[in-house]
């Protein structure tokens, strides 16, 4: 009698929980949202961020408001979302690869028990020369790096930056040896690369198509699956590095315990918020792909993702400065 009890009692208890998680997802958000991103004002992220941000304050009738948290490649955002309530109040919104445990010894949070949202968008790398390099394709790249060891160098945006990874990551599939050589942020790189000072880089597709239609920087491939219609007579690295994928994503987080039923909320109204005309346009006209998905979804590209880049990271030594 007394396991039976005892039983009913569980069981009820369980039957309450989810009840009462259903209630609070049907009542979500009941109060202000925060979208915590970990970097300065005025970033791609940032901006992105207060994009979506407006049209779930619509959505929802309830504010979402970004809150700029920078610093420590953006542990100190990611950490504040980890310890906060997992009712949806505060979630984090940041660019991947998201390898943090990878590149950073201590950590004071544990990255892989955020709860991943939704995929916001993505952007893909373009690998450019400066037009000094004696290379027109990527395959007349290759050769030469591998004739001449060293003698070519690729800029990046610091140690463990996207553009960093990518390039020990194209160094390693394609057997040559360049020199890394890191600035402090983008506009740095890009200057030097302009001027001849370094040699290629792996930026982003909205920030190359400038310089390359204008002839300034000679773009060799896209890290896409397919080429550009923007640009459709440029190749994708993958034509002559099979496999070779980069790509830049935004991710929406909430604190680990999220309710399922919030997460899927607040999965749906981003992917709906993505489908925005404005925002559909705005994405567009910086060479950004909105994305969507559901938190399972999420989920699994985030894994297929850090598999590619933790190969990278280990293989190369890189550690977080």
């Not at 390898?99 to 709860?115: A, D, G, I, R």
């Not at 930026?203 to 300034?216: D, H, Q, V």
């Not at 397919?226 to 994503?249: A, C, H, I, Q, Y």
Request: glycine share 8%; with cysteine.
């Amino acid at each position: 009698m007394r396991k039976f009890t005892l039983c009913g009692l569980l069981l009820s208890a369980a039957l309450a929980l989810e009840l009462g998680a259903q209630a609070q997802a049907q009542e979500y958000p009941a109060k202000p949202v925060r979208i915590i991103v970990p970097f300065a004002a005025g970033s791609t992220t940032d901006a992105l961020a207060r994009l979506i941000g407006e049209k779930l304050s619509a959505r929802w009738g309830q504010p979402a408001l970004v809150e700029n948290r920078p610093g420590a490649g953006g542990n100190i955002g990611a950490e504040a979302v980890f310890r906060s309530p997992p009712d949806g109040s505060m979630l984090l919104f940041m660019p991947g690869p998201f390898v943090q445990k990878s590149l950073y010894p201590k950590l004071n949070y544990n990255p892989e028990e955020l709860v991943p949202l939704s995929a916001a968008a993505r952007v893909y790398s373009v690998l450019v020369v400066n037009p000094k390099v004696p290379a027109q394709t990527l395959p007349e790249l290759i050769a030469y790096a591998k004739s001449n060891p060293d003698k070519l160098n690729y800029a990046s945006q610091g140690i463990a930056s996207f553009a960093h990874l990518v390039g020990e990551m194209f160094k390693d599939m394609v057997g040559v040896k360049n020199v890394h050589v890191p600035y402090k942020g983008n506009a740095p790189a890009l200057t030097d690369l302009l001027s001849g000072q370094v040699d290629m880089m792996f930026i982003n597709f909205g920030s190359a198509l400038p310089y390359i239609r204008s002839g300034k920087l000679r773009g060799l491939a896209i890290g896409s699956e397919k080429r550009s219609p923007l640009l459709p007579d440029l190749p994708t690295v993958s034509e002559t590095v099979p496999g070779f994928v980069s790509m830049v994503w935004w991710v929406m987080f909430a604190p680990p315990g999220t309710p399922p039923a919030i997460a899927e909320k607040i999965s749906a109204a981003t992917h709906e918020a993505l489908r925005a005309p404005e925002i559909v346009s705005a994405l567009s006209t910086n060479v950004v792909d909105g994305v969507g998905g559901t938190p399972a979804e999420t989920a699994q590209m985030i894994r297929q993702d850090n598999d590619r880049w933790i190969k990278v990271i280990k293989a190369a030594g890189i550690t977080a400065e």
